[in-house]
């Protein structure tokens, strides 16, 4: 089939990763907006987990097809990577390259970011579904087992997603000429969106463990 | 003026090359790049030693032989210029100059400067072109090209394939070339015809032949003598996604 070949390919592996990445980001938005309960206080945040737990299977499915978005882009800028690799001449340029620094390092910001996943998904994930205990879902996430209470992992949260955003720096940019949206009537709305992305998103998430983790601390 | 000039010299491929300094004296500046180069080679070859090896054909910016890395640069620090066009008044009096050749591993080294680029005519090769009956040529009116496609069409088939965009390329990619390869076709009524099978060759073959893929930075269009736009790059990802839609 077409899709086959055409995923075959290195363009093809961009577009998917391409599909792949802009689909996270977006998701990255409402799993924003869910996180900001958290400065209305326990009750609106341990009701709005409720809510999404209520929706059973449905979040199950949600989160297989984000797991599978996940592993495609990651294994497609692998494979990429490893192409440029050795496409590039066993004798070094003695040039200077002028090759802007966020596109340089997607590989190295991506990979932190997805051992930041992993992490992720065995501490809030696993806790919230499997090892609940009698804590809520607010006490586990400003805890201090694997939530802001405990100030490593607060740090760690912010640099992963500082570096997220450096990711998407390039990646969001990137996103719009491997989808051809550049050149159409909508080029101009999606550029133009690029620092919410990047940026405001990012800013967000961060605001959090910044505000529980660092500030209330400091407070006493 | 006074040049001095780090070449890089290597006999082949496997063997190891190295940096070689070579002074020259009274060089008058109006000359071309090429020809410094050429003054250059009688005295070697006057002292009997082995002159620089460096591409060249036309010398007057159209046939894509030339090109090596000035200082960094593909083509050298001027922009929209071939280094067969390039002066020696675009440098400065005891400059210091290092040369060496266009770097990718698709690209090996024939010898010294010159390498083989002969991975961009296996793209061609494989779709880029059109099948058509040729005989007499038919009446011009009879197709109709918007003017806007002409045009673009047009940039698009300036490029010489020199291989520049690949030595600028941190991926040593050659998405460039091979977007206007698929443009310049792609955009013209007789080209529609293969589009969708042209596409999907050109790219596989591209791949195959061990080029690196595309990170949309843009550095191949900055040092591209024919100034080719990343226009063209979306035309071919877009090319590419409409050959799986419909
Ligand atoms: C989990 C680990 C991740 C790895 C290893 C990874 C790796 C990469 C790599 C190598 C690229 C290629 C960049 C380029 O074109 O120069 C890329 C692009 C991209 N990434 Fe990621 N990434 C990861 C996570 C994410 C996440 C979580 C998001 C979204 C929230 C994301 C969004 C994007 C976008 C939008 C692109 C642009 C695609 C394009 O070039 O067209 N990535 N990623
Ligand atoms: S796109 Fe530009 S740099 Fe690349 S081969 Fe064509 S003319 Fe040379
Ligand atoms: S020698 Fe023909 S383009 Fe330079």
């Known amino acids: 089939m077409k899709i086959f070949k055409a995923l075959n390919t290195s363009v093809g592996k961009k577009i998917a990763m391409a599909i792949t ?3 996270l980001a977006l998701f990255m938005v409402f799993h924003l907006i869910g996180n900001l309960n958290l400065f209305l206080g326990p009750e609106a945040f341990n009701g709005y987990v409720l809510k999404l737990k209520k929706l059973g299977f449905l979040i199950r499915i949600a989160e297989a097809g984000l797991l599978s978005f996940v592993l495609i882009h990651v294994y497609s800028g692998i494979v990429l990577w490893l192409k440029n690799k050795r496409a590039i001449s066993k004798t070094p340029s003695y040039s ?18 997805f051992i930041f996943l992993v992490m992720h998904w065995s501490t809030f994930w696993y806790k919230f579904n499997f090892s609940k205990g009698n804590k809520t879902y607010y006490e586990i996430v400003l805890g201090p087992e694997v939530g802001f209470g405990n100030i490593y992992y607060t740090l760690f949260y912010i640099i992963a997603i500082g570096l997220l955003g450096y990711h998407l720096k390039h990646g969001f940019d990137s996103a719009g000429q491997t989808l051809a949206i550049k050149g159409t009537k909508y080029e101009k709305t999606y550029y133009s969106l690029a620092a919410v992305f990047w940026f405001w998103i990012p800013f967000g998430f961060i605001s959090i463990p910044v505000y529980f983790g660092i500030i209330l601390r400091l407070l006493g | 003026m006074n040049i001095n000039l780090n070449i890089w010299r290597q006999t082949k491929e496997s ?26 080679n009688n005295k070697l070859i ?15 910016g159209i046939c894509g032989s030339c090109g090596f890395m000035i200082n960094g640069q593909p083509h050298g620090p001027q922009k929209a210029t071939t280094v067969c066009q390039l002066h020696m008044r675009a440098f400065q009096n005891e400059d210091e100059l290092t040369l060496e050749p266009f770097r990718a591993a698709s690209f090996p080294v024939i010898k010294d400067l010159s390498v083989d680029r002969r991975s961009f005519d296996r793209i061609i090769l494989s779709g880029g072109y059109v099948d058509i009956n040729t005989g007499e040529a038919p009446e011009a009116n009879l197709i109709k090209v918007p003017k806007t496609n002409a045009d673009e069409a047009f940039l698009s088939a300036a490029c010489i394939g020199c291989g520049a965009c690949v030595a600028a390329c941190k991926n040593s990619s050659a998405m460039l070339f091979t977007s206007s390869k698929i443009s310049h076709l792609s955009l013209l009524p007789q080209g529609k015809k293969e589009a969708k099978e042209r596409v999907l060759k050109m790219v596989a073959t591209m791949d195959d032949e061990g080029f690196g893929s595309c990170t949309n930075t843009g550095a191949c269009s900055a040092e591209c003598p024919k100034e080719i736009s990343q226009a063209n790059i979306v035309r071919l990802n877009k090319e590419l996604i409409k050959s799986v839609i419909d």
């Open chain 1, 96 to 113: 200077i390259t002028s090759t802007p620094r966020a596109s340089r390092y997607t590989l190295l910001t991506g990979s932190f970011v």
């Open chain 2, 15 to 40: 063997t190891a090359g190295k940096f070689v300094r070579y002074r020259l004296e009274n060089i008058d500046p109006n000359i071309s790049f090429l020809e410094m180069l050429d003054i250059l």
């Open chain 1, 21 to 23: 990445g802009l689909s």
């Open chain 2, 46 to 60: 006057k002292e009997k030693q082995e002159p620089v090896v460096f591409d060249h054909d036309c010398r007057e």
